[in-house]
């Protein structure tokens, strides 16, 4: 069960990254939104829905790779998908704070 709402958890993602890479903001933080400026927008948004999507992805495959584990009694598998997981997130954080640092100063 868990490893479907990882993967639900990581389609919501994918979902909201590539809404961001339209260049609507809407679903970053108050504080993202108003310091971002207009023209930037759009760029900040590819970026920040980037690093959003990088992460859904590495969710879905965690999400998955844990239920090959379960279903094979292998717990590799988990290992491998918390790997992913995490080679996921630095990687897609590591682009959202580029993009925030660089449209908006900071990341807070």
Same mark, same amino acid.
């Given at each position: 069960?868990? @490893?479907?709402?990882?993967? $639900? ?6 979902? =909201? ?5 339209? &260049?609507? #903001? @809407? @679903? ?18 590819? =970026?920040? &829905? ?14 998955? =790779? ?17 790997? $992913?997981?995490?080679?996921? =997130?630095?990687? &897609?954080?590591? #682009? @959202? ?12």
């Amino acid at each position: 069960m868990e @490893s479907i709402i990882t993967a $639900i958890i990581g389609v919501v993602c994918i979902i =909201l990254g590539a809404i961001n890479r339209t &260049g609507n #903001i @809407s @679903s970053l933080h108050f504080y993202h939104r108003n310091r971002v400026k207009e023209q930037d927008r759009l760029p900040f948004g590819k =970026l920040v &829905g980037l690093g959003t999507i990088i992460i859904g992805i590495a969710l879905i495959l965690m999400g998955a =790779l844990n239920f090959v584990a379960k279903l094979l009694q292998n717990d590799l598998f988990a290992i491998i998908g918390m790997v $992913i997981l995490v080679i996921g =997130l630095v990687i &897609g954080l590591a #682009i @959202s704070f580029y993009a925030m640092k660089k449209y908006n100063g900071g990341i807070f």
